[in-house]
């Protein structure tokens, strides 16, 4: 089981950054990975961070159809 230390993280918005940059797949994981596994959890999955997981993997794998990469959360 994975750990949630994900609490102490700095936001991606907080983190100075060019405004055409959209945020990398691990800045993406990194910031929002705690609160979907939370969320899963909130929702009965079975196994909440192998969802989160799998949620995460196939944005990387779509993350060239996005028209708007920096939408990648929406």
Partial sequence: MIQDDT???EP?????QAAE???TPAELFTAHYGGM????RLLGADDPEDL?????AR???R???L??????LA
């Fill in 7 to 9: 609490q102490d993280i």
């Fill in 12 to 16: 991606i918005a907080a983190r100075p």
């Fill in 21 to 23: 940059s959209p945020p």
């Fill in 37 to 40: 596994v939370r969320l899963a």
């Fill in 52 to 56: 989160a997981q799998e949620a995460f």
């Fill in 59 to 61: 944005l990387f794998r």
């Fill in 63 to 65: 993350r060239r159809n």
């Fill in 67 to 72: 028209r708007d990469p920096g939408s990648a």
